[in-house]
């Protein structure tokens, strides 16, 4: 046996080890033995020594263990009480969106959530924005496809096709819409073609978000049809309701177009954008009465415009019955006058456009007649001052381009990516004019003719797939 004694306890008390223990583990144990003990001891002693009762070693030692147990205890109940300070003050940094939803959706107009930009409204513009791309994704553009200018999947296989099978909404109809556009060289009227969809979240999508959201989706321009209604820049009373037309709320024709017109040579009768898709938010309103709704509509390019558009639609007739009605528009141009901008406004429609301040489509139409001329006109009482565009709605503008591939300042994975890394993004407050940054890009950068051919092959496929 090894034995040892402890000098500052009671001499006639010792500390044995058995002889098979290990002797490096047995001076650990010791050594945090007599650390407890002479704690314990010297606290003793400040209470005015042992006094007549001699305390032994072992007794120590088990005081001193009872001791630090109850101190162990102590400290764990305060580290759980500070992890739950700090986890109740996450939850006040970072609130739930089922409790601030209607903030996200515009209700203050997004007043301090987009400079900077806060986290809940980036993870919503980017889920929106996923669903947009959806129908770029889904639209078969093969002529020799039978489903060709359609969706290439059924309304309830279309999510897990494209691997959304937990987006958390289900596809409850597809919107067709048809441009009034006669080609000359083939003296027939456009058919219509698939524009997007009308979903619905879920139950357990519901309980997340805070209430039942109806969302409607617009893909943007594809077809030549579809380009040549962007480009008819002129502007036509809206008159969508019936019994307040309104005339000098007014929005681009070839969008009023798109929105309103049938296809009268479909041997299946289709209905106008407009017509479908009011019959099925009438349904579906109907439908959830009684629930907490949201009514989101979201597009890309000219998709964004019929969402404007749709939103502008129902809220003038009374449709959506006081429902939080909201559109995010990505790449969008813009719709209509300053009238029609008054009136949206006035109607409680929340749009929040997502922009990419170099691209050129967000500038059109009224490249020249504007917001900004309009101010002008009215100044010098010239007559073309409501002819003037206006956009609608608040700007979350981002900066993006690359010389390799001028065509992505327009395109919405570009903007998703983009959203997504928040070390790069910007909200910019002043925009520069998209000809002086490309020049000031050019005369910062060596002439390199491999970099050129590239952009020049990239730019003719634009212009290629532009229809121009």
């Given at each position: 046996m090894y034995r040892t004694s402890l000098p500052f306890l009671d001499p006639r008390k010792s500390i044995y080890w058995s002889a098979s223990s290990h002797p490096l583990n047995s001076l650990r144990r010791m050594a945090t033995r007599i650390s407890s003990s002479f704690h314990?001891?010297?606290?003793?002693?400040?209470q005015g020594g042992f006094g007549n009762s001699a305390i032994t070693g072992h007794a120590a030692v088990r005081a001193s263990a009872s001791s630090h147990s109850?101190?162990?205890?102590?400290?764990?109940?305060?580290?759980?009480?500070?992890?739950?300070?700090?986890?109740a003050a996450a939850c006040q940094a970072k609130p739930s969106l089922a409790r601030v939803w209607r903030e996200i959706q515009g209700s203050n107009d997004w007043q301090d959530l987009v400079a900077p930009l806060h986290p809940l409204l980036r993870d919503e513009v980017v889920r929106y924005g996923e669903f947009v791309n959806a129908c770029y994704k889904a639209f078969d553009l093969d002529p020799t496809s039978k489903r060709y200018l359609n969706c290439k999947y059924g309304k309830k296989s279309l999510m897990r096709e494209l691997g959304m099978e937990r987006s958390g909404y289900e596809v409850t109809k597809y919107i067709y819409a048809t441009p009034d556009i006669v080609f000359p060289m083939h003296h027939t009227a456009c058919c219509s073609r698939w524009m997007g969809y009308v979903a619905v979240s879920s139950e357990e999508e519901t309980q997340r978000l805070g209430r039942r959201d109806v969302l409607i989706t617009f893909r943007g321009t594809v077809t030549g049809s579809e380009w040549i209604a962007n480009l008819m820049s002129s502007l036509t009373p809206a008159r969508l309701d019936p019994h307040e037309p309104r005339p000098e709320v007014k929005v681009e024709v070839g969008f009023l177009s798109m929105y309103t017109s049938d296809d009268s040579t479909s041997r299946f009768g289709m209905d106008s954008c407009r017509?479908?898709?009011l019959s099925e938010l009438s349904r579906l309103i109907t439908k959830h009465r009684g629930e907490e709704l949201s009514i989101t509509f979201s597009g890309h390019s000219m998709g964004s415009?019929?969402?404007?558009?749709?939103?502008?639609d129902i809220a003038e007739l009374g449709l959506n019955q006081g429902i939080p009605t909201t559109v995010y528009s990505f790449a969008g141009p813009r719709v209509g006058?300053?009238?029609?901008?008054?009136r949206c406004e006035e109607l409680g429609l929340k749009v929040l456009r997502i922009v990419n301040?170099?691209?050129?489509?967000?500038k059109l139409p009224g490249v020249f007649l504007n917001e900004n001329m309009r101010a002008w006109c009215a100044k010098h009482e010239l007559p073309w001052s409501c002819s003037c565009y206006?956009?609608?709605?608040?700007?979350?503008?981002?900066d993006f381009f690359r010389m390799r591939d001028p065509a992505c300042v327009h395109d919405l994975e570009a903007y998703i990516r983009l959203l997504r890394c928040p070390d790069v993004m910007q909200v910019q407050e002043e925009e520069d004019d998209f000809l002086l940054k490309a020049i000031r890009l050019l005369s910062s950068c060596k002439f390199d003719a491999k970099l050129w051919h590239e952009a020049a092959v990239n730019m003719g496929n634009l212009m290629q797939s532009l229809g121009i």
């Open positions: 314990y001891t010297r606290q003793i002693r400040r109850a101190s162990s205890a102590a400290r764990a109940a305060a580290t759980r009480r500070v992890a739950a300070a700090v986890a017509e479908q898709l415009s019929l969402a404007i558009l749709a939103g502008y006058n300053a009238d029609f901008k008054a301040v170099n691209d050129p489509v967000t206006a956009h609608v709605g608040v700007e979350l503008a981002l």
